[in-house]
């Protein structure tokens, strides 16, 4: 597609289910991002791929979260047993590379946990 | 001390002012620097990037200060769509984009 598409776009879940959010980013773009944002709070960090590899994990808030990427494109986002602090928006970004280059965001996952 | 400080706001400016925000870094290493732009409710955009010399895109000017670890973005003459926060970025080389919280404009009729 033309742009970071992710999906879906919103999901409401019981605590204690697991979640997978997905991220298709634009085609031939070795780098992608996961952070989170709450409401009126700023981008947290949660994990980058370069190619399949993810070579900065430290974002990740705990254990529940894992996330995956296959082929060099598509990754998915999982939270396991969710908590309602894990309630949020999720951003996925990609870009060329890693570094100085400018970085697209898809629109998001709305996550609610009730 | 967090690595990317943002006054948060709100700027609240009429239209046709000018407004200035700053963005302090806390690594001396930071390579590259970006303004991105995010309306209510919608996902980041690309503003500009910042370049060591300053650059300017019509109404916007970024500028670098390494010696005080601070980027710049100045509006002239703002217009109603100005209003949004504005994120600054900053990237340690093969890093991920490290965003600040970002700083809230709004322009009033």
């Known amino acids: 597609g033309a742009g970071v598409s992710q999906s879906p776009s919103n999901k409401v879940t019981e605590k204690g289910k697991d979640v997978e959010l997905r991220c298709d980013p634009i085609s031939g773009h070795t780098a992608l991002y996961w952070y989170r944002q709450s409401l009126g709070q700023g981008l947290e960090f949660l994990i980058y791929f370069q190619g399949n590899s993810a070579p900065d994990k430290s974002g990740l808030p705990s254990d529940r979260f894992s996330a995956e990427r296959t082929g060099g494109s598509v990754s998915t986002l999982t939270i396991q047993r969710t908590q309602q602090e894990d309630s949020a928006v999720y951003l996925c970004?990609?870009?060329?590379?890693?570094?100085?280059?400018?970085?697209?965001f898809g629109q998001g996952t709305r996550l609610t946990v009730v | 001390r967090k690595e990317v400080e943002q006054d948060p706001g709100p700027f609240n400016v009429p239209e046709g002012a000018t407004v200035a925000f700053n963005c302090t870094y806390s690594?001396?290493?930071?390579?590259?620097f970006f303004w991105y732009r995010q309306d209510c409710r919608k996902e980041p955009k690309l503003l500009m990037s910042?370049?060591?010399s300053g650059n300017e895109d019509g109404r916007f000017t970024a500028q670098l200060n390494r010696a005080s670890q601070y980027i710049s973005l100045l509006i002239r003459d703002s217009k109603l769509s100005d209003s949004a926060t504005y994120l600054c970025v900053v990237i340690r080389g093969n890093t991920p984009l490290v965003f600040g919280k970002g700083t809230r404009l709004s322009v009033i009729a």
């Open positions: 910042v370049y060591s």
């Open positions: 970004a990609s870009s060329l590379r890693t570094g100085n280059t400018e970085a697209f």
């Open positions: 690594n001396s290493a930071s390579q590259s």
